[in-house]
């Protein structure tokens, strides 16, 4: 009886993993997502000017900026990720107080995923990455220049998706990025930040 029962199972269950199995199959490789993006930088000077002092530390603000990605899954599992965002960010040194102005950060970002689910109700992914980082549009305080050293980092990634229909899904979306850049005030006064962002974002994605 059991037997008889296990063979009906299977039997039953046959067509619907191959039509699951098309379907997977005849859907394209490409995503991308929107989203509201908050970039929450964990800044910190690693070394510094001597003659800044011990005491010296440095503050970047928060910005909340929309967020473009493009997906390719290479297997249903495996995907790579394009991240495409800019972001405005006032910085300033403490101790002694000393006002940077402001600056854009373009930190395109591309990390390579895994899916846990593809094709489940909730689908989880974790990404390992590379990015790097361009500084520009300074808006600098009269009588201060202030340069920033473009540079490579490394990135890691958590999010899920949760379909909505065939095509559109929400997403949550996580990424650590780790950065540092040299800063050079007026020419002479150098600093190592670690800017270091945690990025999170929140939006929807559309698989075509």
Known sequence: ???????????????????????????????????????????????????????????????????????????????????????????KVKSPDVDLGSVWLLPPTLTLQYHFAPEGKIRPYLGVGVNYTIFYGKDEPGGTTVDYENRFGWALQAGVDIPIDDHWALNVDVKQIFLSTEVTVNGAVKADVDIDPLLVGVGVGYRF
């Open 1 to 91: 009886m059991l037997g008889r029962l296990m063979l009906i199972a299977a039997t039953l269950a046959g067509p619907m993993i191959a039509a699951a199995e098309a379907a997977a199959a005849d859907r394209s490789p490409w995503m991308v997502r929107g989203r509201v993006l908050a970039v929450l930088p964990e800044e910190d000077l690693d070394s510094i000017n001597p003659v800044l002092g011990p005491n010296t530390d440095v503050s970047i603000d928060n910005s909340v900026v929309p967020e473009l990605d493009i997906t390719y899954f290479l297997t249903p599992n495996i995907a790579a990720e394009l991240i495409l965002g800019t972001t405005p960010h006032d910085a």
